[in-house]
């Protein structure tokens, strides 16, 4: 794992924020979903993630943090926020952008919008 | 082991109370040592393994002296050589499960249909083995060819004691029907392991242990005896059979897994939880990650990603080939290859057309999304296990007939089913399928309520003590033998 400028090191929720808006969009972007919909509590199945989606956007997340990731990483942590924490706090990553706070964040991670009539009342009684 | 034979839980019971007295004794004397420990864990697995089959733990002793002595050479050796005793192991290891497993099925099978009357001949040969499958040969076949996999790819190359290499391949809650263990999570456990007696083990244990019981015992084999395989003509019963038997398969492996946590538990150790309440999923990506787990994710590691490597290009033909590899390894029978065949193609169509689909129902508010997902899923799955219990495959194509004829969905096939069952056997029926139901719902409100453990209501200390009592009083008067045995 390789953290990237030490002697300005970022809050840790920083990097994990970072880390989850990357993934939100990267998801989005792969699944051909609008990121507002995604929810980084949710597991990543529930928006039709499938095992060559994980082991790509491992890949890809791999390029963009410069480090040497488990291709079996959203397999173990299946939701973003897992997957983000265990990044930053146990394998120690950082991102580059969080470093330097020049990080130009397009979609923010957002819950997604409540629905309504018997999507509402779903959401209700799952506690989602 | 079986846990539904009464020989397991005598011989547990015949050769815990003498040993236990004497480590008592001996622990207040200040004359037991540690290790003893780990020497009575190992002597009551093996045990209980000759209690369960004699033919397979003869192949056991075999494979487990042959696998010990290679990776601790492997250990030794670097690059090349490494790898190449590595990969004879794995080779040896797979081909005594092809012997026993597939050969039968390689001559009569596929080559009797390229060659006429050799099927008819080879059966009437007496070949060594071929009898049937030893039990638990697939399981801890798996779990050896993972250990040496991890051992080899390991960055610390360190020596393995011979004794804890057999109580890591042994481990009597687990080696005949899983849960498959890696290096990583069970390895750390049993190096230098000690019985840990203490309350909170034994809480635990019994909470798994009575959950496990009561899957198996009460739901699993009261469903049982009512699902019937000759009756290819009636849509309505061929799909009600296949539902009945979607729930018996989970709540009788679920039932077996969960046993073996408890069992596990008593003594100190933790297993891996192989089902993640399955019946919950909303896509068959999810299901696979739910059901199954250890095996799932054996064939993620030593098949699918291996496969794969770096290219992406053949992705998805990989993905469908350890699919249908998955579902040969369930049986030698083509239904069997079918189900995974089935289930790789569930994905890609998932993948390729699923998403526009997901994308509109997303939309919809007045349909709930998550219910049709739901229920599609369910769908998919009860209409998989069809495949995975017809072993005839003349009748299993009558009934897949059968169900895409829509004129055969009648009311008087209704009707014919309606009254199938007398009264009491309705009763008795419709009764476990409410206990199931319950069982089921509970799973969804622990993962809808995203609780650490899908489990957690079912194992809550009132729902586990009345989940022991109801096992008591409504277990199965003949328990069915466990369906995994079989693979």
Redesign the interface.
């Known amino acids: 794992m390789q953290l990237k400028d030490s002697n300005s090191k970022p809050s840790s929720s920083n990097a994990v924020d970072t880390i989850q808006e990357w993934l939100v969009n990267q998801i989005a972007k792969q699944?051909?979903?609008n990121a507002q919909?995604i929810k980084v509590?949710e597991?990543l199945?529930?928006?039709?993630?499938?095992?060559?989606d994980s082991?790509?956007i491992v890949?890809e997340l791999e390029d963009w943090l410069d480090a040497e990731l488990p291709?079996?990483l959203l397999?173990d942590y299946?939701t973003i926020e897992k997957a983000s924490q265990y990044l930053v706090n146990e394998a120690g990553v950082t991102p580059a952008e969080t470093t330097n706070q020049t990080t130009e964040v397009t979609t923010k991670p957002q819950e997604a919008p409540k629905?309504?009539?018997?999507?509402g009342l779903?959401n209700k009684?799952?506690?989602? | 082991m079986n846990f539904s034979d009464f020989g397991f839980w005598w011989v547990l019971l015949l050769f815990s109370i003498p040993y236990f007295s004497v480590r008592y004794v001996a622990k207040s004397l200040n004359l037991w040592k540690g290790s003893f420990d780990a020497v009575g864990l190992a002597a009551m697995s093996l045990l209980l393994f000759v209690n369960a089959s004699r033919s397979s733990f003869a192949i056991f002793i075999c494979e487990i002296i042959f696998n010990y002595l290679m990776v601790w050479w492997m250990l030794r050796q670097q690059g090349w050589k490494a790898k190449a005793i590595a990969t004879t192991v794995v080779v040896i290891d797979i081909a005594i499960l092809a012997y026993f497993k597939y050969l039968n099925f390689f001559v009569e099978d596929v080559l009797g249909v390229l060659v006429p009357g050799l099927a008819a001949n080879w059966q009437g040969k007496s070949i060594p083995g071929m009898g049937s499958i030893p039990p638990g040969l697939s399981f801890y076949t798996f779990q050896m060819v993972a250990f040496v996999v991890d051992s080899y790819t390991s960055r610390k190359k360190r020596t393995i004691g011979a004794l804890d290499y057999i109580n890591f391949v042994s481990f009597f809650p687990q080696v005949v029907a899983g849960p498959i263990e890696r290096r990583a999570d069970f390895f750390p456990q049993i190096e230098s392991f000690r019985f840990k007696f203490t309350f909170e083990n034994f809480e635990t244990g019994l909470r798994w242990l009575s959950l496990g019981l009561f899957m198996k015992f009460v739901l699993a084999d009261n469903i049982s005896p009512y699902i019937k395989l000759d009756q290819p003509d009636n849509p309505w019963l061929v799909w009600f059979f296949a539902f009945l038997f979607t729930l018996q398969i989970y709540f009788d492996f679920g039932g077996y897994s969960f046993i073996a946590v408890g069992l596990a538990k008593f003594v100190g150790v933790n297993l891996t939880i192989n089902f993640l309440a399955p019946y919950t999923s909303q896509s068959i990506n999810e299901f696979w990650r739910r059901w199954h787990v250890t095996l799932s994710t054996w064939f993620r590691d030593y098949v699918f990603l291996p496969l794969m490597g770096k290219n992406k290009t053949w992705a998805p033909f990989y993905l469908f080939l350890t699919f249908t590899l998955s579902g040969f390894w369930h049986g030698a029978a083509w239904n069997f290859v079918f189900w995974g065949a089935y289930h790789g193609l569930l994905l890609l169509i998932i993948r390729y057309a699923g998403r526009p689909f997901y994308k509109f129902i997303g939309q919809q508010r007045l349909l709930m999304p998550q219910f049709i997902s739901w229920a599609l899923t369910f769908g998919s799955v009860i209409l998989g296990c069809l495949f995975f219990m017809e072993t005839n495959t003349p009748r299993l194509f009558a009934k897949l007939q059968t169900i895409l004829n829509p004129w055969s969905y009648s009311l008087s096939n209704l009707g014919e089913a309606m009254s199938f069952f007398s009264g009491n056997e309705a009763i008795a029926l419709g009764f476990t399928l409410v206990l199931a139901t319950t069982v089921l719902l509970m799973e969804h409100i622990g993962v809808w309520q995203k609780r650490e453990c899908e489990y957690d209501l079912l194992l809550s200390p009132w729902v586990s003590r009345a989940l022991l009592a109801l096992t008591v009083l409504l277990a199965a008067n003949t328990p069915s033998p466990f369906i995994y045995f079989e693979f």
């Open positions: 699944l051909g979903i919909t509590t597991p199945t529930r928006y039709g993630l499938d095992s060559i082991v790509t890949g291709p079996t397999w299946p629905e309504k009539a018997w999507g779903w009684i799952s506690g989602s």
